[in-house]
């Protein structure tokens, strides 16, 4: 049964197995979920997957934003398979074949996510990129069209702001994954790079099924009590969502 830490993942987002290590120490029993993003798995390679398969029950979110020609994507993702995780991030991109790729390669051994719109993304900068007006006054229709690019390829879910969540889960159905990032909590003050970002509660209620929470956790004084605190407003939007 799923319980309220479980929907949390944390960032390893540190540069050497040492640093990663420290945290997967603290909070292997706090958190559902470690992700190894792009600079700790250039550093560390498949040792710190070992390593954190080898602390505890948490699982491991390979966040490597895989965007390339299809046959690439596939052989890249049926290695990723190999390794045992949970899930692997590809770029919605262009194409929905690479995203079919992925999944072919997964082979059903991994959930693959779609990335839709990170959340350091903001309207303008859709609107520099060449985007088509309706995209940038309204980023939810570009998160909810890679989506459907994502779904209709056989991906587990996508990866999206608290904000269009609501609007995922509305047009594909409960099962279809909605991952998070961008969270902070309410008492977790300061600015940063995230420009499209919720409370756990409030992504929680909207249908997220995974948050993605980093700062919070990793710059308070007793990460493990931090965690503790978040799994804690989770827990009530659950009940909240029960009534």
């Known amino acids: 049964m799923k319980t309220p830490r479980d929907y949390i ?11 990663a290590s420290h945290y997967v120490e603290r909070l ?55 390794l045992g995780v949970k899930f692997v991030t590809v770029h919605c991109g262009e ?6 790729a992925a999944v ?9 996510l779609g990335v839709t719109a990170l959340t350091s993304v903001s309207s303008e900068d ?20 890679r989506a459907e690019m994502a779904k209709d390829a056989g991906c587990a879910g996508v990866v999206c702001s608290g904000r269009e969540v609501k609007t995922i889960k509305a047009a594909f159905g409960p099962d279809f994954l909605a991952v998070t990032p961008g969270i902070r909590p ?6 940063d790079d995230q420009r499209r970002i919720v409370t756990p509660g409030e992504a929680v209620r909207e249908g997220a099924d995974y948050l993605v929470i980093g700062r919070p956790i990793r710059d308070a004084d007793d990460p493990a009590a931090a965690a503790a605190r978040i799994a804690e407003e989770i827990s009530e939007a659950l009940v909240d969502l029960k009534k």
């Open 186 to 191: 309410a008492w977790q003050a300061g600015e």
């Open 104 to 112: 072919e390669g997964g082979g059903g051994a991994v959930g693959v």
């Open 126 to 145: 859709i609107a520099a990129a060449g985007f088509k007006d309706e995209y940038a006054a309204d980023m939810a229709l570009l998160v909810k069209k």
């Open 95 to 100: 194409t929905s074949r690479m995203l079919a």
């Open 9 to 19: 993942i944390f960032p390893l987002d540190v540069p050497t197995v040492g640093e």
């Open 28 to 82: 292997s029993e706090s958190v559902g979920m470690f992700k190894v993003g792009l600079e700790l798995f250039i550093q560390a390679g498949p040792e710190i997957i070992r390593r954190i398969q080898g602390a505890g029950r948490a699982e491991i979110f390979l966040d490597l934003k895989l965007h390339d020609i299809p046959a690439t994507v596939e052989r890249a993702m049926a290695r990723a398979a190999d």
